[in-house]
DNA sequence: GTAATGTATGATGTTAACAATGTAGGGTTC
DNA sequence: GAACCCTACATTGTTAACATCATACATTAC
């Protein structure tokens, strides 16, 4: 039903990537080709490009011959430093094209917050996860930072592994709220500093 | 004939990319699944692989239903941040696992750091290229940051795409040199300190 | 009894045929 | 003549069959 289509692998992609996100598959699971495709449906070869994808995003860990493996979240130490540069990279693309955007990404991102925020009533945490990351996506995206959304996408999923604000939803949506208003309105100092006081 | 015989894919992944950097595909080439396929006589699967791993890793842009272009090097400013975020993950890395790296892992670097010199008196950039990112990858697994890895790598990934110490390379097998020798004698303020001026 | 080896099994790796998609060119309509 | 549509072709997306690899278990030699 959707108006652009998505391939069958970009949807099973999401698909796992979202089970991951709700913890149906916890740290240390075998995932099998075969299993998974006969959820969905679908054969095995973009079962198997979803793996490759998801294991360079971070989700997973990929082993010759044997399969692929959920990865164990960072622990605290790796989180904090991983935490860091993630802020680093986002700010660094902020500052660099805040100027540049347009009043169609801004409508993105506007977008994009509307999402976060039903996200967050319909209380499931995985669908909280995507939304939070999709947000500060477009956002990248509107300051013309397509270019390092790889790399900080990467950091990110290695994070939302352990993604809980469980029942702190309300207040995650204000922090995003917080971000959009001084983007939409021009002031990059303010959203520099709703971003520092979002990502921690 | 190798003793660790690789996968179709790993070797069509590793053939592509260095011809990605030896420049026999300039940026903004469109690269053909069967063309490339029918170049090293395999089928269309392990090179469908070779670029989703290789658009994760940075070297290509993916496009639905449209194929894959190899990627435009970063502009100057991008290149001195990304630089700057790569340093310090692997000074993170090193302070964090210095002290327990093993024996086995320093001769591993070591033979990384042979591999290195070979590369740098054959002349040939992509390999010298290929050879120091090894180099400094072994570096980080003996310090225990497997799990950064794939992070570190794409951000190195689209700095090679640029890769022109051209004629310098006796400098290049000299700063690496500088590097292993304070890694091996236990040295942690030496071997960052080495590590910084070769990552410049 | 133990260790090495052979074998069965279930997984991933690879292939080639088929389906769906996007692009470019020419033709038609206004 | 310009815009639109339609068709043909080239390319990617998907599938299912086949090949290869790794593991576990039984068997055998010692």
Redesign the interface.
Known sequence: MSLIPQ?VR?QVTNQIRNDLLSGRFPAGTMLREIELAARFGVSR?PV??AF??LS???YLAYQ??RGVMV?HP?NP??RE?ITS?RL??ET?VIQ?GFDTKSKESTADVKQALERLHEACQSGEASQVAIRDIEFHQKILVACGGE??V??WR??CS?MLLTYTRLGDYGQAYKEHVAIFEPFRDGNLKKTLAAVRANIK
Chains 1, 2 share one sequence.
């Open positions: 391939t970009e070869g198997r490009d490759i994808q360079h995003e971070g010759a011959n990865r960072p130490k790796d430093f540069v680093q990279i660094y660099r270019d390092m790889p790399t990467q950091l290695r």
